[in-house]
């Protein structure tokens, strides 16, 4: 009985890309949504892809206090490259915009406590034209080890996607042989998705430690409803893969096209998600309500609970989403959870939305310990048939917390009507 017990719970532990990394979501910055491929320095020097721009940002990463709350990588996208490798047949940064180098960038982003990422393409080219890694990708790999590299987003433009079940291992296994531990994000199955073919999952968490399954993130909310979308009614397939070392990766946290209420819903489901908080905003002009969110740490504490479970959508009607998120601490058979109200409806009032902690799936009978993640709102220790009623902005969010409570506490009855709502 015994070995079926140690059978079944070794075959339902996935084999994980074994370098001990992002065994919580990734936390950082990356350039892409906000500043694209501005190659422009002479007309627009504060704004294009230099390094410039990412020691600026390593700078405010540190600050203004992100850094102090988890945001650690620094990421470079696309067009940082020359057109053409050097004569040794390396990749070469863009001489002009990176005159210093990619080894004093990193330099520069380590001597903060920061680490630094870079953007590659397993195909001829990356997506904006410039060299890609096919042919090179040991050469490639062994420089970027050289640089000091902590991060590699691969990304799949100008590849056939039928050969990446053969090709990203393989960039892995040169990133790995290199004995540098590097991040290895991968675009993998989303190229293999828009081919109509169904990616192995199997191979993908065994060598990647995250990747991208949709569409790239624009700044507008219809691109963020659509990939909120796309995670829900794909969850079935999608959850079950995620967990610490290897995510699913929802794409970047931006918010020049946003509301404050579609940030806040961001950022609260990309928490619920377990996804990689990759801020992809001018760090020097972000209004301050806008900072507060990427840096409100209740979330972020969310985001990197330990279990590394990715949470689901659990109610849809009417435009009231409801989604949750087991996290820790684990109590007997119990889960704690972070759950999140969303109003996806367009008349511009708040809605009500009354569901009792049961109904959540909260059933712990010692209850949980609630509170509003966003708003200074404490509703203490609720058994699970208490009703709260939360009030939920157009576009907006409310997520809560719940903490089930250990036996202890529940030697007091709990009474199931109590309900404590105390507004700082
Ligand atoms: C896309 C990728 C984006 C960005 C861009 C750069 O394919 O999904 O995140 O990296 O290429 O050209």
């Given at each position: 009985m015994s070995v079926i017990l140690l059978l079944l719970a070794l075959s339902s532990t996935v084999i994980a890309l074994d370098n001990g990394l992002a065994l919580t979501p990734p936390m950082g910055w990356l350039?892409?949504?906000?500043?694209?491929?501005?190659?422009d320095c002479e007309g627009d020097p504060e704004n294009c892809i230099s390094e410039n721009l990412f020691r600026t940002m390593a700078d405010l990463v540190v600050s203004e206090g992100y850094a102090a709350v988890g945001y650690e990588y620094i990421n470079v996208d696309d067009c940082w490259l020359e057109k053409n490798r050097g004569p040794r047949g390396e990749l070469v940064a863009d001489r002009k915009r990176f005159p210093s180098g990619m080894r004093a960038l990193a330099d520069y982003v380590h001597a903060k406590g920061l680490k630094f990422g870079i953007y590659e393409d397993y195909g001829n080219y990356t997506c904006a034209g410039y060299p890609g890694i096919l042919g090179s990708s040991r050469q490639d790999a062994e420089q970027f080890a050289s640089w000091e590299v902590d991060y590699v987003k691969l990304d799949g433009c100008y590849s056939l996607p039928t050969d990446m079940d053969v090709g990203y291992p393989e960039f892995g296994r040169h990133l790995n042989r290199t004995g540098r531990p590097m991040v290895y994000s991968c675009s993998w199955p989303v190229y293999q998705i828009y081919a109509g073919i169904s990616p192995n999952f199997t191979s993908i968490i065994e060598h990647c430690n995250l990747w991208r399954n949709f569409d790239d993130i624009q700044d507008s909310w219809a691109s963020l409803e659509s990939i909120i979308d796309y995670y829900g009614n794909n969850q079935d397939y999608i959850i079950p893969n995620a967990g610490p070392g290897h995510f699913n990766d929802a794409d970047m946290l931006g918010n020049f096209g946003l509301s404050y209420e579609q940030s806040k819903t961001q950022m609260a489901l990309w928490a619920i998600l377990a996804q990689p908080l990759l801020m992809s905003v001018d760090l020097r002009t972000i209004r301050p309500e806008y900072k507060a969110i990427l840096q409100n740490k209740k979330i972020i504490a969310v985001d990197q609970d330990p279990l590394g479970i990715q949470g689901r959508r659990i109610y849809k009607h009417k435009g009231i989403e409801i989604w949750s998120r087991p996290i820790t601490p684990i109590y007997q058979t119990y889960y704690s959870y972070a759950v999140a109200f969303v109003n996806r409806r367009t008349d511009g009032t708040p809605s009500d939305v009354a569901v009792t902690l049961r109904e959540l799936g909260l059933q712990s009978p010692t209850g949980y310990r609630v509170e509003d993640l966003y708003e200074d709102v404490d509703y203490g220790v609720l058994s699970p048939n208490t009703k709260i009623k939360v009030k939920v902005n157009p576009s907006g969010v409310v997520i809560l917390r719940a903490d089930v409570q250990p036996e202890r506490f529940s030697k007091r009855p709990l009474n199931p009507f109590y309900y404590r709502y105390t507004k700082k």
């Open positions: 350039s892409w949504e906000r500043f694209r491929c501005n190659t």
